[in-house]
């Protein structure tokens, strides 16, 4: 049964701006289209130089994984020669699930969390929710690997994925790619205009082999007052450019046809005195305050509590085998009867307590 939410015009009103012009903000066309239509693209929100120390964060990341992989007797070749676009791939051959591995990291890199509480993206923030900024708990790295089924997300409303709590809370994503993206390597599509009714539709679980709830095109049309043949938009987003969407749009990203890995972050924000939908697993972090212009962002505190390692606790509460490469969570049972299941919804039906976060 799909779900409405109490006050849909959070979603299409635009909010009471900064009496103060700031570095990054979205022009006034620009947040038109966001609230009307539900996301904007903003083609050359950062510089290339700005990126390179996320790149390089990422690198360390597989690094770091890589030699887990490499220490436990799981892969023979490290492929250090490969590159950043590359080099998952081999892996993969060795070790298939390994880009889940990498998809479930529960730390901030340095380079991380200052994307994510920079200047300019807070700027945006500031514009779509006011003053008062905490960072969501949900923030995923994105490993897109070629022709990968657990990479390629069907379409979906992102509060799918959260509790009801969430439904009466504007939660703005940003999504991130660190190379320029297309139809041909992976680029995300919107529905336009879809989360204007401000209805939750109904989703399925669990989509193919994946932990992927899936929102049917008959089901956007009919619930959603969408035309799918008029209202698709593909987001290409350049290396440099950020994708701002809303927690009810949906959207979904395309299959990765390409030679390379696709990686992107994705990283939302809401107001802190409101409730995540995140199952009380873990809190948002305060991000900036109007009430104290020189707070300081406490991401050590925020990394104490790994979602990933209290969602894959077992019933007899250790933690889950380092190499797990399923994702469980509580969004499959939001949607009432399973109706397709597969190594994911295996694993959740075996344990209980299982709630993490994960999505494309």
């Known amino acids: 049964m799909s779900e409405r939410s109490k006050d849909p015009s959070i979603f299409t009103t635009i909010p009471s701006q900064p009496a103060v012009k700031k570095p990054g903000q979205l022009t006034g066309e620009q947040l038109a289209q966001y609230f009307n239509k539900g996301y904007v693209m903003v083609p050359d929100f950062f510089s290339k130089e700005d990126l390179q120390p996320v790149r390089e964060a990422v690198s360390s990341c597989v690094d770091k994984l890589v030699n887990k992989l490499y220490d436990a007797g799981k892969i023979t070749e490290k492929h250090v020669e490969a590159g950043l676009f590359k080099r998952m791939i081999l892996i993969e051959k060795q070790f298939p699930g390994a880009a889940i591995l990498l998809h479930k990291t529960g730390w901030l890199p340095q380079a ?24 969501h708990p949900v923030w995923n790295l994105r490993v897109k690997t070629p022709h990968n089924e657990e990479a390629t997300v069907p379409w979906h409303q992102d509060n799918a994925y959260l509790d009801q709590n969430a439904l009466n809370v504007l939660q703005p994503t940003a999504w991130i790619p660190l190379l320029d993206t297309n139809e041909h390597n992976g680029c995300m599509q919107v529905v336009k205009g879809g989360h204007r009714p401000g209805i939750l539709a109904k989703h399925t679980c669990c989509a193919g082999g994946t932990w992927y709830v899936d929102l049917s095109e008959e089901e956007i049309e009919r619930t959603l007052n969408a035309n799918m043949k008029e209202d698709v938009v593909t987001c ?16 979904r990203s395309l299959e990765n046809f390409s030679e390379d890995i696709r990686w992107s972050l994705d990283l939302r924000w809401q107001k802190p005195d409101l409730p995540n939908g995140f199952y009380d697993l873990k809190n948002s972090v305060l991000m900036r ?40 969570g509580p969004w499959m049972l939001r949607w009432g009867e399973i109706v397709h299941h597969n190594r994911h919804t295996a694993k959740l039906l075996s344990a209980s307590g299982n709630t993490t976060w994960h999505k494309a």
């Open 112 to 135: 991380f969390r200052d994307l994510w509480s920079c200047e300019r993206l807070l700027n945006v923030a500031e514009q779509l929710i006011g003053p008062e900024i905490a960072g």
């Open 236 to 251: 290409a987003v350049p290396y440099g450019g950020v994708l701002f969407i809303n927690n009810m749009v949906p959207h």
């Open 289 to 328: 305050t109007k009430t104290n212009p020189k707070h300081v962002i406490d991401f050590d505190a925020f990394d104490k509590v790994d979602r990933h390692i209290e969602a894959h606790k077992d019933t007899e509460g250790k933690e889950a085998d380092d190499f797990d490469t399923t994702i469980p």
